[in-house]
């Protein structure tokens, strides 16, 4: 399946470093753009949802999505140890679906290290 | 704070037998989802459950698949015959609602299916 690409990784930076997360997608119906975050195991848990184009901040972390492109990037300021997980885009909305079906890229694995 | 529980935690089964899978989900949640996840892929959609009845299933929910809420607070997959290509980590998910707007799905731990 091709509907959502993400590079895996994995990707390792200091602390206090300014992260970039990206996937892109090909089904142009979506509607809702999500991060989650998932822990060894433990399930995958949303860190950050957005409707449709634009940017959404919550504390160090912004999401951007650009339907243009088909593209949504997550950045994450001030990386901390504590942020070292994998992280998955999802996106939901797509034509033929309803809003509960969640299409995920791979995850990118990262690692912050102090 | 409440979550969606999932058991066994790992289930180890011979190809061809059935499994149950558990999940029980939030309990104030009316929908009810099952994803998979096969070792460094994706987390695929596998079906969403309202009202005790699908509301949708994916290409890979096929015939040996089957849901049900056998009570109020449970939530289980059932694969009939068990393929070794099934081996998988399993996630159960709820939320409030899904109909017109966003509801943040909630995922349990998962249940890892071993098929040998």
């Known amino acids: 399946q091709k509907e959502v690409e993400q590079d895996p990784g994995p990707l390792s930076v200091p602390e206090g470093a300014i992260v970039s997360l990206n996937c892109t997608y090909s089904?142009?119906?979506?509607?809702?753009f999500m991060w989650y975050r998932q822990y060894s195991r433990k399930g995958p848990e949303l860190l950050m949802y957005?409707?449709?184009?634009g940017n959404k901040e919550d504390g160090r972390f912004t999401a951007q999505v650009d339907k243009s492109s088909k593209y949504i990037s997550l950045f994450i300021r001030d990386s901390q140890p504590s942020d070292s997980a994998t992280y998955l885009c999802?996106?939901?909305?797509?034509?033929?679906?309803?809003?509960?079906?969640?299409?995920f890229g791979r995850g990118t694995q990262l690692t912050v290290w102090p | 704070e409440p979550e969606v529980t999932q058991t066994p935690s790992h289930q180890v089964t011979q190809m061809g037998q059935e499994v149950i899978l558990r999940c029980v989900p939030i309990?104030?949640?009316?929908?009810f989802y099952w994803y998979r996840q096969i070792l460094g892929q994706k987390v695929e959609f596998l079906v969403s459950?309202?009202?005790?009845?699908?509301?949708?299933k994916s290409e890979i929910f096929d015939d040996q698949f089957s849901v049900e809420r056998p009570d109020g607070s449970n939530f289980t997959l059932k694969i009939r015959s068990t393929k070794l290509e099934d081996s998988a980590m399993y996630f159960c998910?709820?939320?409030?609602?899904?109909?017109?707007?966003?509801?943040?799905?909630?995922f349990g731990p998962g249940t890892r299916l071993t098929v040998t």
């Open positions: 998910a709820s939320s409030e609602k899904f109909a017109n707007s966003f509801y943040e799905q909630y």
């Open positions: 089904n142009s119906a979506f509607q809702y």
């Open positions: 957005t409707y449709s184009s």
């Open positions: 999802a996106m939901s909305g797509g034509r033929g679906s309803t809003l509960g079906r969640l299409y």
């Open positions: 309990s104030n949640h009316l929908y």
């Open positions: 459950f309202y009202n005790n009845e699908i509301s949708e």
